[in-house]
Nanobody, 122 residues
């Protein structure tokens, strides 16, 4: 069973940076897709970024392109989300997700972390 554990959330000022980490365990991750989603209060969970484990191919939602970077460390089974130039609208609970299908929809992922709160103050 895949386990995903996020860390690194907290309070940051607008314009600042933060790095989220996701520790993955429970299987080999070749041919797996990993992603970050976020959910703000009263809103649907939305896709942020995804990376393929084997080749490291990435894709981002438009609102974070140029500001966020997703990466993975295959040796350590870690996935990261480096967030720069943070804005108040980035405030949300951020979730790490993994699955064999991937994509932009939550349905493409069958494993989820518990979430970590990111709050950006103006």
């Amino acid at each position: 069973q895949v386990q995903l554990v996020e860390s690194g959330g907290g309070l940051v000022q607008a314009g600042g940076s933060q790095r989220l980490s996701c520790a993955a365990s429970g299987r080999t991750f070749n041919n797996y897709a990993m992603a970050w989603f976020r959910q703000a209060p009263g809103k649907e969970r939305e896709f942020v970024a995804t990376i393929t484990w084997t080749f490291g191919s990435t894709y981002y939602t438009d609102s974070v392109k140029g500001r966020f970077t997703i990466s993975r460390d295959s040796a350590e089974n870690m996935v990261y989300l480096q967030m720069n130039s943070l804005k108040p609208e980035d405030t949300a609970v951020y979730y790490c997700a993994g699955g064999p299908f991937g994509g932009l929809a939550p349905e493409g992922y069958d494993s989820w972390g518990q979430g970590t709160q990111v709050t950006v103050s103006s």
